[in-house]
């Protein structure tokens, strides 16, 4: 999603800050980017579509000691140059994140004022009303005020006038937006990383907040405090490079070893310990897991083990439902929000919902300083390190192992024998193994090449092996481009069964030993209709008519076995969307962090 870099500070530094901060960003997700500095009372605006390397192309390294960048991933108006930001009303120069609900209205208020407006964007309306605002108090904090009152939707702006030379202004509702400083330099972002290799020293902005930026002053204005509160920035989750993979998606599809073995290694030294420091759940009597696309999926697998494990009923919802939805929910219920990004605006706008109504939240977490693990009562990191690739894999991983993590803690809680979770926790440690020895085997590229071509591919199972196709479809599509969906594999029949054609590959996934029969027999279904069935599996099948390739995975304790059954499909989608030549880290129309509604 969109990306903010603002910088006041050394004349030789400062374009290439912004490019470095964007490039940093990039990763979110863009389809365009800008920066626009002060030059000799003079505002000049360079922007571009496309990669940065567009936008570099375009840049001269200028000397000036005030700049604003952007990286955008259209909402308002399709990606091009035009509507790419900075964007400029009369004395007003600004770049923005998130969307403004009430710009039509305030365009055609504008409009009558004598505004014209180039582009197709709701900036370009925000821009203008902050200029009207400024014309008629003549002073930019009052404008930023007026704004404040008047825009509804989300917003992280950077902003600058004419009027004022070298003086950077921010404003921030709901989008994220953090300062960062030197002893010379002020800096502004969205994110921290594009900052974190300049400073370390940083302060998130509050809901509402406005604030001014001036050579070595920082003038904040916020409905609580006025003192900046600076922090400094754990660099756990920056990144490092893709240390000689190909890709961001490959390198952290081979880290899930790491992750894993980060997150349980604590509980097998010392599991008494590790489990009493994770929230005690005994009191709540139900359990809500909200989540976005990856998360909503590990989610459902949370629920199977939850319920199949501990007895406790649990609902999943998709957090751009659950936010506008009536929800039952009491003082023994805990709400989990499940974010690898913890700035998803569904995701966060749930969290607030059930934090507004005194309802206990957890958060599964993987950037520590995000604004979700800031508002949770409860948070469990996912420790996953920085996941740069669009298409989400470790911090899948570590969200899976955190739910049999708490899985385990319930049955603790509900009988108190340590005997009980001590073989389990055995078999927990073999798994970074397994995955490492199953991704050394796995033939993945062999199926790939079979099937690559294809323009829809099916993916069936039932129970929790429903649960991972639903993720392994997500996967395929999102990098590969291929139309393909999950089905629960009794279902196919009541419709989607029309679909299987000669050589339609169908991906079943069969480890859930109570269901495996029954599975089966829909394979049968769609194998007598043509498809190319492939069989993703930890069982000895006897009977493979049904079958034209097989995938086998390890076995371990079934509570553990989803965390398996989800590595060769990661790697299936990353080899057929290199066989199809797609951009795998940084897919077209996504974004690693979804800031808007
Ligand atoms: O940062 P979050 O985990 O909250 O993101 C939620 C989804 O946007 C994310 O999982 C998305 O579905 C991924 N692209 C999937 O790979």
Redesign the pocket.
Same mark, same amino acid.
């Given at each position: 999603m969109c990306g903010i870099v603002g910088y006041l500070g050394k004349q030789e530094k400062t374009i290439s800050i912004l490019i470095t901060g964007l490039k940093a960003l990039e990763y979110r997700g863009y389809d365009s980017a800008g920066i626009a500095y002060q030059k000799n009372n003079k505002i000049k605006v360079i922007k571009s579509v496309g990669r940065l390397e567009q936008l570099e192309k375009k840049v001269k390294l200028e000397n000036t000691v005030l700049g604003i960048g952007h990286t955008r991933w259209a909402t308002h108006g399709k990606a091009c140059t035009t509507n790419s930001h900075p964007h400029q009303s009369g004395n007003i120069t600004l770049v923005h994140n998130g969307i403004i609900e009430n710009y039509i209205e305030l365009k055609q208020m504008l409009e009558k004022k004598g505004y014209q407006f180039q582009t197709e964007t709701d900036t370009e309306v925000a821009a203008a009303f902050i200029d009207d605002a400024l014309k008629s108090s003549k002073n930019m904090i009052k404008a930023l005020k007026k704004a404040k009152e008047k825009l509804k939707g989300s917003y992280a702006f950077a902003i600058f006038n004419d009027l004022e030379p070298d003086t950077l202004y921010a404003m921030k509702k709901e989008s994220p937006l953090v300062l960062g400083k030197t002893e010379e330099e002020l800096f502004l972002a969205s994110d921290p990383m594009a900052i974190s290799s300049y400073t370390k020293e940083i302060c998130y902005l509050n809901e509402g907040s406005i604030v001014k930026l001036e050579k070595n002053k920082v003038t904040l204005i916020e409905e609580k405090d006025t003192r900046p509160i600076w922090k400094t920035l754990n660099i756990e989750n920056c990144n490092n490079g893709k240390n000689g993979y190909a890709h961001y998606m490959l390198k952290e599809i081979y880290e899930q070893p790491d992750v894993i073995y980060n997150i349980i290694n604590p509980f097998l030294k010392d599991p008494e310990m590790e489990f009493k420091k994770l929230p005690n759940f005994s009191k709540y009597k139900k359990i809500q897991i909200v989540?976005? =696309? $990856?998360?909503?999926h590990t989610g459902l697998v949370g629920k199977w083990m939850i319920e199949t494990y501990a007895s406790i009923p649990v609902e999943v919802e998709i957090a751009s439902e659950y936010r506008y939805k009536k929800v039952f929910y009491d003082k023994k219920t805990l709400v989990i929000v499940? %974010?690898? $990004? =913890? @700035?998803?605006a569904d995701?966060l706008a749930s969290l607030r919902k059930a934090n507004k109504d005194h309802i206990d939240t957890l958060a599964l977490v993987?950037v520590i300083t995000s604004t979700i693990a800031r508002e949770a009562k409860y948070i469990l990191p996912l420790k996953a390190g920085s996941e740069i690739a669009?298409?989400?894999t470790k911090?899948?991983l570590a969200q899976l192992t955190l739910f049999s993590l708490i899985t385990l803690k319930l049955k603790l809680e509900q009988s108190s024998n340590m005997e009980e979770i001590i073989p389990l926790l055995s078999a927990f440690q073999k798994l970074p193994l397994k995955i490492k020895k199953l991704l050394e085997n796995l033939k993945t590229k062999d199926i790939a090449s079979k099937i690559y071509k294809h323009n829809d591919i099916f993916f069936l199972g039932r129970s929790i092996d429903y649960a991972i196709c639903m993720e392994a479809s997500?996967?395929l599509k @999102?990098i590969s481009y291929i139309h393909s969906e999950a089905y629960a594999a009794g279902e196919l029949k009541h419709g989607t069964i029309s679909l299987i054609e000669e050589k339609t590959p169908v991906l079943s996934l069969v480890t859930d030993t109570s269901i495996q029969e029954k599975t089966i027999s829909n394979i049968k279904e769609v194998k007598a209709r043509g498809a190319y069935s492939i069989v993703v599996t930890n069982q000895k099948l006897e009977e493979c008519d049904y079958c034209d390739d097989f995938i086998i995975v390890p076995s371990t304790e079934p509570l553990f076995q989803p965390i398996l059954n989800i590595i060769p499909f990661q790697l299936l989608a990353y080899e057929i969307a290199l066989l199809r030549g797609c951009d795998i880290d940084k897919p077209k129309n996504?974004a690693? %962090?979804?800031t808007v509604e």
């Open positions: 989540a976005c =696309g $990856s998360a909503y499940v %974010s690898q $990004s =913890g @700035e998803t995701t993987n669009v298409a989400t911090a899948y997500l996967k @999102e996504l690693k %962090s979804v």
